[in-house]
């Protein structure tokens, strides 16, 4: 009897680690499934990192490209600006050779008119009477020598008048 109460506590000890060896099957199995998640999730993370390298690096590509682009517009605006500055220096200085124009004109005119005025009273007090017909500059030349080169100083003048 002994040696059935033996066999018997025996039994029960295997039964029980027996038990013990299932549920440590069970865990390891338990494990297993996690461990292949795992890998399974270690795998989708390594071809994300891998797709997310190669956007990196055509970025750093398209950036270097945009970098360049960025230097070439700075100096291309920079250039503009100074044909703009110069420009407007020109615009200016055009504007101030009009508004200063009139003003020569006018002085011009009147420095014809006095031009006339005097030839037509040099001529009355030569004696020559305005708009006779058949006369011509020898006969002015008779009361004054100088008649001649006055006419060619009247000429020029006129012609040196900007009328526009």
Known sequence: AAFLSERDAEIVH???LLSLNEVEAVEAIRLRGQLTTVEAADVAKDS???????KNFTLEGDRDVMSKKITTLESANAAKEAELAGLHWSLRLSFSVCAWRPCRMIRQRMDIGCAVNKGIQDGLRAGVVHGKAGRDLSVIEAYDPSTEAKYVEAVNALGAV???
């Not at 994300?48 to 190669?54: G, I, R």
Request: glycine residues 0%; aromatic residues 16%.
């Open 48 to 54: 994300e990192l891998k797709d997310f390298k190669e």
């Open 14 to 16: 295997l039964k029980s």
């Open 162 to 164: 900007d009328f526009s």
